[in-house]
């Protein structure tokens, strides 16, 4: 059973960055999908960034381009989320997500959004102050 769990979150005041990670357990062979979506309060989920966990091209959501990149660490099943010139708008709990993939599976831009993925991390928390 594949487990999700982020960590990295905290505050940070406006312009800062932080970099989150995000440790999975239980992956099996053949590749998957993964995600990294966010909801602040009261808003729905949206999602931040999605690609596979093997690497390859990753998508990126409009208000959070040429600020988070992705990073992996195949060897240790982790993935990061590095965030730079953060906004007070970037406030939200983040979850990482994932779901295997079929062999071959083309990734699209679809994998932004939260029904592409089956697992979910407990998320954690990213203040920004202004």
């Known amino acids: 059973q594949v487990q999700l769990s982020e960590s990295g979150g905290g505050s940070v005041q406006a312009g800062g960055s932080l970099r989150l990670s995000c440790t999975a357990s239980g992956l099996t062979f053949g590749d998957y999908a993964m995600g990294w979506f966010r909801q602040a309060a009261e808003k729905e989920r949206e999602g931040v960034l999605c690609g596979k966990w093997s690497g390859g091209s990753s998508y990126y959501g409009d208000s959070v381009k040429g600020r988070f990149t992705i990073s992996r660490d195949n060897a240790k099943n982790r993935l990061y989320l590095q965030m730079k010139s953060l906004k007070p708008e970037d406030t939200a709990m983040y979850y990482c997500?994932?779901?295997?993939?079929?062999?071959?599976?083309?990734?699209?831009?679809?994998?932004?959004?939260?029904?592409?993925?089956?697992?979910w991390g407990q998320g954690t928390l990213v203040t920004v102050s202004s």
């Open positions: 997500a994932t779901v295997p993939l079929p062999r071959g599976w083309w990734l699209t831009a679809d994998c932004l959004s939260d029904r592409y993925f089956e697992v």
